[in-house]
């Protein structure tokens, strides 16, 4: 059965419209934020080098494998005789939420409470660290699978994947132009307040 089989059509709509809404806001404030950035530290030089940096992270984020991901946490995946119950849960939710593929687990040995999704609906892992493991009951484990799953499902992965590439950028031009404000000092160039303060507070 069909998990949004009994939502209202209209009051799906209206969610969808306000995601679509926020999503656009996030993506669209975000770069410029990273323009007015690149514009304040290099020119319209700048700009030109934050295009290239954003379109060859986007192009790295299009094609990077889930499983590289994981490996710079050092998960490895889980077998299905480690933790049954988890993968009988994950084959559930990923059928409810209409997955093409069921998400693979893996394990990552953290002590802190986290879990993470990577990956999109045809290719995607949902990987938990140890302690959650260790203090969370099933029901517990239910839930947070549920929302790692429907991050896959609604295509969040590729939204938060494009906002952390911008604000990558941000902090990276941020960085460059903190660091040749006391050179520019020492050469008497005359250094913009409102700019100052977006450098410093724009990663932020």
């Not at 410029?32 to 060859?56: E, H, M, N, R």
């Amino acid at each position: 059965m069909n998990a949004r089989a009994n939502l209202d059509p209209d009051v799906q709509r209206r969610h969808n419209l306000r995601n679509l809404l926020q999503t656009v806001i996030l993506i669209v404030g975000t770069a410029a934020l990273a323009s007015a950035i690149a514009w304040v530290t290099f020119g319209p030089s700048g700009l030109i080098w934050a295009a290239a940096f954003g379109a060859i992270g986007i192009w790295f984020l299009g094609r990077a494998s889930p499983r590289m991901v994981l490996r710079l946490y050092k998960a490895r995946e889980l077998a299905d005789h480690e933790v049954p119950e988890l993968h009988d849960l994950m084959r559930t939710l990923a059928k409810r939420a209409d997955l093409q593929a069921v998400p693979r687990l893996y394990y990552v040995p953290s002590q802190m409470l986290n879990a993470f999704a990577v990956g999109n609906s045809a290719d995607s892992a949902v990987a938990v660290t140890d302690g959650l493991l260790r203090i969370m009951n099933l029901r517990q484990l239910a839930g947070i699978m549920a929302h790692e799953v429907s991050h896959i499902r609604n295509g969040d992965l590729r939204v938060m994947g494009l906002a952390d590439v911008l604000n990558r950028i941000t902090g990276f031009m941020s960085t460059l132009g903190q660091l040749g404000i006391p050179l520019l000092l020492g050469t008497g160039w005359d250094i913009p307040i409102v700019g100052l303060l977006l450098l410093i507070f724009a990663p932020t």
